[in-house]
């Protein structure tokens, strides 16, 4: 019985010791994940970001439709080659045909008008090229605002949580002073329940903030296209901005320049002008260059001489004159699309007006409120010493050792609101402009 039993003490020792290596082994892998910062977080959701790469596909799509569009500039070449065998063939010295009819043909036709709407593809899809690289700015500035929701929220938690635990300890720590005075009878059964209470109000508040930290790292990992229980940590980075000039003018100067969706607009308006030489194009003559050269025998291995072969060349031109009227019915529709792009493009030089308006006014409502907390930090974290000390002393009563407590918490969470309102404002300030948190060389 001995030796099983230090047998089975042994096996028990050697899975402890694995079973704690694994979870040391574990903990340094999660703490060893880099700290990543909001240029980092940028970066990889440009890399991981399934919408970006489908955009990325459509600019390659566009440039094929250049090429496609520059084709018919360019001569068309053709060879084929046909057998047919026919069953009779007049022979009553009138040549038909071959009984076995071996035939090759070299073709080659050249468009040299038509009507302009060659031109007018070749425009649009140069301009197509451009909207589908402006749409890819347009995603990439989404992304970074995303992230840069998601992030500035997630250190809004982490402060959140800190503030809360802070709080929480300081009516822990309250709490036994109050028991210890009321065990000596220096302090009433009211103030020790009272500072309990107190307690189990402020726990909520802990769970909560731990429970916003972990659903914000779901949300960016997300973002990243990584596993949702991907180790995110932020430890290192803290809230914390710096004011900007507000300069409303030149802020709405350099959206209508600069952002994407206002280019958008003007390439809408461009593509729509070409539409209508193109839809004109139905009005005017197609003029085609034709030419081909043709071999033919009933032997396929006397086909390539002067007598068994012949060649032609002609132009071809198509003038029309009546088509139902189905032109004028496609110019008028073009022409209606083109002042519809100019519509909306005067619609959004209005949209762009109101965002950029209220990025400057969050920007000064954040800072107002920022101001006007920071001082208040110091002040309030003395008036809670001074109130602890009083209570103490039987100086204070045990509601003003709370409400410092309470009121010590609040300007701390406005604090960190409002920085974080200030960083969310200036990011939307920034979209609104179309300016680059990441600059191409970066990526």
């Known amino acids: 019985m001995a030796v099983k039993q230090r047998i089975i003490i042994s096996f028990v020792i050697f899975c402890l010791f694995f079973s704690n290596l694994h979870f040391v082994f574990c903990q340094d892998a999660k703490s060893s994940s880099p700290a990543l910062s909001l240029t980092e977080v940028v970066l990889t959701a440009f890399k991981n970001n399934k919408d970006i790469q489908i955009q990325e596909k459509e600019i390659s799509i566009a440039q094929a439709g250049i090429l496609e569009a520059r084709s018919v500039f360019l001569p068309q070449v053709n060879l084929n080659a046909a057998y047919t065998h026919n069953d009779k063939v007049l022979s009553e010295n009138i040549f038909t045909g071959y009984t076995n009819d071996n035939l090759a043909n070299l073709t080659v036709a050249e468009s040299v008008y038509s009507g302009g709407a060659n031109i007018a593809s070749f425009n649009q899809s140069k301009l197509s090229l451009d909207v589908q690289r402006e749409t890819l700015r347009a995603k990439k500035l989404d992304v970074e605002f995303d992230a840069k929701r998601l992030y500035y929220g997630l250190l809004l938690a982490i402060e959140s949580l800190r503030i809360a635990r802070d709080a929480l300890d300081q009516a822990i720590a309250h709490y036994e002073v109050v028991k210890q005075m009321y065990e000596s009878g220096s302090a009433s059964r009211f103030d020790m329940l009272q ?94 260059l034709l030419a081909g050269y043709s071999w033919r025998s009933n032997n396929p291995g006397n086909m390539l001489n002067d007598k068994q072969s012949n060649w032609n060349a002609g132009i071809s031109v198509n003038v029309p004159i009546f088509e139902g009227f189905s032109t004028k019915a496609k110019v008028d529709a073009a022409r209606a699309r083109y002042a519809q792009s100019k519509l909306s493009k005067e619609n959004l030089y209005d949209q762009i007006a109101v965002e950029v308006r209220k990025g400057c006014l969050g920007l000064k409502q954040a800072q107002a409120i920022i101001k006007s907390q920071q001082d208040n930090v110091a002040q309030a974290r003395e008036a809670l010493r001074i109130a602890q000390v009083s209570y103490a002393n039987g100086v204070a009563i045990n509601l003003d050792v709370l409400d410092a407590q309470t009121s010590l918490a609040q300007i701390q969470k406005n604090l960190v609101s409002g920085i974080y309102d200030y960083l969310m404002a200036l990011a939307y300030l920034e979209r609104s402009m179309g300016k680059p948190f990441i600059k191409e060389s970066q990526v």
Do not use: H
């Open 195 to 288: 500072s309990g209470v107190q307690v189990s109000l402020l726990e909520p508040d802990v769970v909560k903030a731990k429970n916003d930290i972990e659903s914000l790292k779901v949300d960016l990992n997300k973002l990243l296209s990584r596993n949702t229980d991907f180790p995110v940590d932020v430890d290192n980075e803290k809230l914390a901005c710096t004011f900007l000039e507000i300069k409303e003018d030149e802020f709405l100067k350099t959206a209508y320049l600069g952002r994407p969706e206002m280019k958008l607009k003007d390439l809408g308006v461009d593509i729509d002008k070409w539409g209508i030489q193109m839809a004109k194009s139905g009005y005017r003559p197609n003029i085609d």
